[in-house]
């Protein structure tokens, strides 16, 4: 069976100094990740916007043996599958106008006749839950092998050690509770004044308390950069799936170590 048209293209296309095309649909986060990866990682090309990008920025859709079409937030489902840059708005728009069954179509040509796509109506639901369920998985094992650390205090002490590479926050969390650790990352990070500041999540502490295994989890701070870009990258992907908009302040992603290329970080 062939390879379908979207699902790889010549690594050579954005060379080791260009940076794949983004989606118009794209926001910064995911730009910023893809960055990271540019030349060092396949690409793909969504089927609803013709936009190139690494696999780590766009979201799989993989197809069953019967035909059913579902998300696949790992990439790593064997069979077919496509790839989307879109948000959840224009998914949903794709699945009212048939865009999304046409672009499948063309992507999976050549393959099985007998075979009829099924698209579930709830697609934009199950990609959304899928993908919040990798961004809490990962959080999960960051956690377990010792890379993030939770409770105000050990994170305030962390942070103005310097020890901080990324700093998350409860959607439901405090106002004053995210300014006082924001300030101590600044201070540990000797950006004082800068208007940096930790990263929102689109989790509440419920589903962060639960997903943990931890009672009332309201900040979490990565302490490994690697593990911080692993993060970032589940992040971005469910963010900018959610079409979030510019957040308040200044919320930086992670910089690359000193010294050292963002393309140099590998998982």
């Known amino acids: ?79 077919r599958g496509a790839w989307i840059s879109v948000s959840r708005a224009a998914l949903e728009e794709s699945l009212r106008n048939g865009k999304l069954r046409g672009g499948l179509l063309r992507a999976f040509k050549g393959g099985p006749k007998d075979i009829k796509l099924e698209i579930p109506d709830n697609l934009a639901d199950r990609v959304e839950q899928a993908l919040t369920r990798s961004l809490l998985d990962r959080l999960g094992l960051e956690l377990r092998c ?66 943990l295994g931890r009672d009332n989890v309201v900040h979490l701070a990565l302490v490994d950069r690697q593990a911080a870009w692993r993060v970032e990258e589940s992040l971005a992907r469910l963010q900018n799936f959610q079409g979030a908009t510019a957040p308040r302040g200044r919320q930086d992603g992670v910089a690359a170590p000193a010294g050292r290329d963002e393309d140099d970080l590998k998982d």
Do not use: F, Y
């Not at 950006?191 to 997903?211: F, H, I, M």
């Open 146 to 211: 010792g890379n993030a650390v939770l409770g105000t205090q050990r994170i305030d002490k962390a942070a103005r050690q310097g020890k901080v590479a990324l700093l998350l926050h409860a959607a439901d969390a405090s106002e004053d509770g995210r300014r006082a650790l924001d300030q101590a990352w600044r201070v540990g990070s000797d950006e004082e004044g800068s208007g940096k500041r930790g990263r929102d999540l689109p989790l509440d502490r419920t589903a962060l308390s639960v997903a």
């Open 1 to 79: 069976m062939r390879t379908p048209p979207n699902e790889r293209l010549n690594p050579d296309i954005a060379g080791p100094d260009k940076t794949p095309a983004a989606s118009a649909d794209a926001r910064p986060n995911a730009a910023r990740v893809s960055r990271r990866h540019a030349g060092s990682e396949p690409e793909r090309r969504c089927i609803l916007t013709g936009a190139t990008a690494g696999r780590s920025v766009l979201v799989r859709l993989a197809v069953s043996p019967a035909g059913l079409v579902l998300p696949d937030a790992q990439g790593k489902a064997p069979g």
